[in-house]
């Protein structure tokens, strides 16, 4: 069974990455959760990335705030597909500092990167991601995508009979 780690650079971003656990947990889809700080704890980063494939690990969400280094330093050193979660942190320029640390990679150190704040959207492309050879998951995704799209017609029924 595939696996998702779901890493974060300190605790104060666990707000924003509980969107990601929480929806991978909808698909069935484990998760591994731990804080991996780029800054405070190379040697954890470092072990954790070269080592996550050989656990089970299919996928990885960083999410990181400020200088948001995390993602880009996981990246460099794993196999395995990497999303980033640009984190608004307290020490943070409205977001934008995250945002560009992510997403700004150079060639050959890709890391896929949601919106700031966009664990859960990072948690539904890691679930496609597995779906992609995981028909199971596959078609919960695809059950999902249709729910999104049956809410987003009831609620057009609803104004439709609010405004006649």
């Given at each position: 069974m595939s696996k998702v780690a779901i890493i974060m650079g300190?605790?104060?971003d666990m707000p924003v990455m509980q969107e990601a656990i929480d929806i991978l947990k909808g698909f069935d889809i484990e998760t591994e959760?731990?804080?991996v700080s780029a800054h405070r704890t190379p040697e954890k980063l470092f072990d954790f990335s070269k080592n996550a494939h050989t656990r089970g690990i299919s996928v990885i969400i960083a999410g990181a705030g400020g200088a948001a280094h995390l993602p880009g330093m996981v990246a460099s050193m794993s196999p395995l597909p990497v999303i980033g979660v640009p984190v608004k942190s307290s020490n943070s320029i409205d977001g934008w500092?995250?945002?560009l640390s992510i997403l700004q990679m150079p060639g050959?150190?890709?890391v896929a990167t949601v919106a700031l704040n966009g664990a859960k959207n990072a948690g539904i492309l890691a679930a496609q991601?597995?779906?992609s050879h995981d028909k199971c998951v596959l078609d919960k995704?695809?059950?999902?995508?249709?729910s999104l799209?049956?809410?987003v017609n009831k609620a057009a029924d609803g104004l439709n009979k609010q405004t006649s």
């Amino acid at each position: 069974m595939s696996k998702v780690a779901i890493i974060m650079g300190s605790i104060s971003d666990m707000p924003v990455m509980q969107e990601a656990i929480d929806i991978l947990k909808g698909f069935d889809i484990e998760t591994e959760v731990d804080i991996v700080s780029a800054h405070r704890t190379p040697e954890k980063l470092f072990d954790f990335s070269k080592n996550a494939h050989t656990r089970g690990i299919s996928v990885i969400i960083a999410g990181a705030g400020g200088a948001a280094h995390l993602p880009g330093m996981v990246a460099s050193m794993s196999p395995l597909p990497v999303i980033g979660v640009p984190v608004k942190s307290s020490n943070s320029i409205d977001g934008w500092d995250s945002v560009l640390s992510i997403l700004q990679m150079p060639g050959g150190v890709p890391v896929a990167t949601v919106a700031l704040n966009g664990a859960k959207n990072a948690g539904i492309l890691a679930a496609q991601i597995i779906g992609s050879h995981d028909k199971c998951v596959l078609d919960k995704i695809v059950f999902y995508k249709e729910s999104l799209k049956e809410a987003v017609n009831k609620a057009a029924d609803g104004l439709n009979k609010q405004t006649s």
